[in-house]
């Protein structure tokens, strides 16, 4: 039966009439299987089944944009009340759920955008398994290597780029990718690897694996079990190194500590015990100087094999 019209602007329709067109417009939401279906209606009816403006599932399977929350999505994660889901958009895929407004679900299977600690706003997954964007503007690109090996984007404008089992809970914070990556602090980044974990402002990890960085603006660039613990300190890579001194840094080598300021290690095994100073296993230097000429008070130079200072 086709959709009935009115005839001119403000003319009534019969109950008859009106029952016809929701026969109509129910037989393009399906297909039905089992009491679930894809709830896909046409841009011109400006409303989808949660009776929200504008939210459109375009296609797949079992893919629903609802308005009241309750139960949970595929990885039994709780889905909360939302007051509306206006605005929102699948594209396809299965078992994909939104519950919030203006979100989108370009497609992949059981991912979730959502509500939050408050209303969640313009959340993205573009695809995966089981990933849940719950943080108001937050992104997860896809990934989630097998069942339940979800990605949480939960901070307010983060960003997962994919991988599996990683969780940015911090405002404006990324992880771009890896296994078991967690970004807490405020514009934190992980570029990837395993195990990472960033819980301080402005503080990165560019990858490997059970590195920890938990001060203020404070880097690791790789390596693996390496800590870096004071205020914007420095570990180039390694393993087994850690950080507490501020402004201090570790270029890389094996089990090396500094606790003092504005101090460097470059080796292994290496304990820093004074600040200011920069710490050595062994120390070669090519091409010193054979005059003082020129050069600043400080400077070391060569005189007939003696070393000496300016």
């Known amino acids: 039966m086709p959709l009935t019209l009115r005839d001119t602007k403000g003319s009534p329709l019969t109950f008859q009439e009106m029952d016809s067109n929701l026969t109509y417009l129910e037989s393009l939401a399906g297909p039905f299987e089992n009491g679930s279906a894809n709830y896909s209606i046409q841009p011109k009816t400006g409303s989808n089944t949660a009776g929200d403006e504008s939210s459109t599932v375009s296609g797949g399977f079992n893919n629903i944009i609802i308005k009241s929350g309750g139960g949970s999505c595929g ?3 709780p889905i909360p009340t939302s007051s509306t889901s206006r605005g929102s958009t699948i594209g396809g895929g299965i078992n994909n759920i939104i519950s919030g407004e203006y979100a989108t679900i370009a497609g992949g299977y059981s991912n ?5 600690s408050c209303s969640t706003y313009g959340a993205t997954v573009g695809g995966g398994i089981s990933n849940s964007s719950i943080g108001s503007g937050s992104t997860i690109a896809g990934g989630g290597q ?3 090996e979800y990605n949480v984007a939960s901070g307010f404008n983060s960003t997962i780029g994919g991988g599996a089992r990683n969780t940015v809970s911090g405002y404006v914070s990324i992880i ?4 078991c990556n967690s970004a807490s602090g405020v514009s934190s980044t992980i570029g990837g690897g395993q195990a990472n974990t960033v819980c301080s402002t402005y503080a990165t990890i560019g990858g490997g694996y059970r590195n920890t960085v938990s001060s203020s603006e404070a880097t690791i660039s790789g390596g693996g ?9 420095v570990i180039g890579g390694g393993a087994f190194n850690t950080v507490f001194g501020n402004c201090s840094a570790i270029l ?4 090396n500590t500094i606790s003092c300021f504005k101090s460097m290690i470059v080796g292994s095994d290496i304990v820093a015990d004074r600040d ?3 710490f050595v296993n062994n120390l070669s230097i090519k091409n010193i100087p054979i005059s003082p000429a020129g050069l600043p008070i400080g400077s070391v130079w060569n005189d007939g094999g003696t070393l000496k200072i300016v």
């Open 75 to 77: 990885c039994c994660i």
């Open 112 to 116: 979730f955008t959502g509500i939050g």
């Open 146 to 148: 097998t069942f339940c």
């Open 176 to 179: 771009g990718g890896g296994l």
């Open 225 to 233: 079990s390496n800590s870096a613990l004071g205020p914007s300190s």
């Open 252 to 255: 890389g080598g094996a089990c």
């Open 276 to 278: 200011c100073t920069t």
